[in-house]
């Protein structure tokens, strides 16, 4: 971590995780899609460069694609469009077990705006529309909202029905409209491309501090606060029992140094994912996931509201433990470590 003062440290990593500074205006339909002007330099139908993707995490391969078609938008002179889908489709197509979202439909769409194009364009996307070939999609879906004239896109992706649309075909039906395609090659970190795939999996292993590398920020996840079994109010440290979905690509298991984002107040945290062995006997399975929150300097109740949990960096697995004292001294020293990496109370952020 940067050497900086310790409260400052917390309102930085909450206001760059969640995006705080970053606002999405009152959209605009169009042709099946939902519309957002960010800058007021473009309106539906009207020429611009154009970059495609689901971008499902808005890691640092998507930016660079996306800041590369932001060189190619000023140096035509005209504005940037970032064309998406919502809902991810992976999320309609894959199976239950398969499904793993990076970033909510929502917090997805702020993080694009975060990048400053001059508008976003999410076609509505469920099984229907899976089933257009991607010719229909890009004459008329595409062209039927923008006067595309160029094309950014990773070398690896596909659009339309069973993913024909690949950047070889795309970049013959574009040449035919007087369109420039360009395929970009993947980034690569530490000799491996960065892709969502890769992401979601250092995130379901805990491995915290390589995702967010390859994230270009720390993660987070939203849930709502639900009661528990008041275990750790007993034992003197009071949690926030966070239940978010299960689609989320995040630890499964393990205790982090994180932020706990209440209303707008951002305050340090020692933060069990999954259900805690010691008193695991019989856990109840929903369709939700835990996250077992200790908030340093919070005081109140946190009951059925809303938290956003970021994680920073893993403490240590989660282990079963012989007995309570065991349990207490181990915890007592993990919000130690917290309270040495983040401070000790809540700082208001934007």
Request: charged share 25%; net charge negative; proline share 5%.
């Amino acid at each position: 971590m940067d050497a900086e003062p310790k409260q400052s440290i917390v309102a930085k990593i909450a206001e760059q995780a969640l995006f705080l500074e970053t606002t999405l205006p009152d959209p605009v339909r169009q042709g099946g899609a939902t519309c957002y002007d960010l800058t007021g330099r473009w309106r539906v139908g009207e020429s611009a460069v154009v970059a495609i993707g689901t971008f499902d995490g808005v890691h640092i391969g998507h930016r660079a694609l996306i800041a590369e078609a932001a060189d190619d938008a000023r140096r035509r002179g005209v504005p940037l469009v970032i064309v998406t889908f919502v809902p991810d489709p992976a999320l309609v197509l894959l199976p239950s077990a398969e499904k793993a979202m990076i970033l909510s439909a929502a917090d997805r769409l702020r993080a694009l705006a975060s990048l400053e194009p001059d508008a976003i364009v999410a076609f509505d996307f469920d099984r229907t529309f899976s089933k257009i070939r991607y010719d229909g999609f890009f004459t008329e879906r595409l062209l039927g909202v923008v006067d595309a004239l160029a094309v950014h896109v990773g070398r690896d992706f596909s659009l339309g029905r069973g993913g024909e649309g690949t950047v070889e075909a795309l970049s013959v039906l574009a040449g035919a409209y007087g369109i420039q395609l360009f395929g970009h090659p993947l980034i690569e970190w530490e000799g491996e491309p960065v892709t969502s795939t890769r992401i979601r999996a250092l995130l379901d292993e805990g491995a915290i501090r390589t995702a967010s590398d390859l994230l270009g920020r720390y993660p987070f996840v939203r849930g709502r606060v639900l009661r528990g079994r008041g275990e750790g109010r007993s034992l003197g440290f009071p949690t926030a029992n966070v239940h978010f979905d299960r689609a989320y690509a995040f630890p499964r298991d393990g205790v982090f140094c994180g932020i706990a984002l209440a209303d707008d107040i951002a305050y340090p945290a020692a933060i069990n994912f999954g259900e805690p062995p010691t008193f695991d006997e019989e856990p109840e399975r929903d369709e939700s996931w835990l996250a077992e929150a200790s908030l340093l300097g919070f005081s109140g109740d946190l009951y059925d509201r809303e938290l956003a949990i970021i994680c920073v960096e893993r403490l240590r697995g989660s282990r079963k433990f012989d007995d309570v004292s065991e349990l207490v001294d181990t915890v007592k020293s993990n919000l130690a470590q917290v309270e040495r990496l983040l401070g000790a109370s809540g700082e208001r952020v934007a």
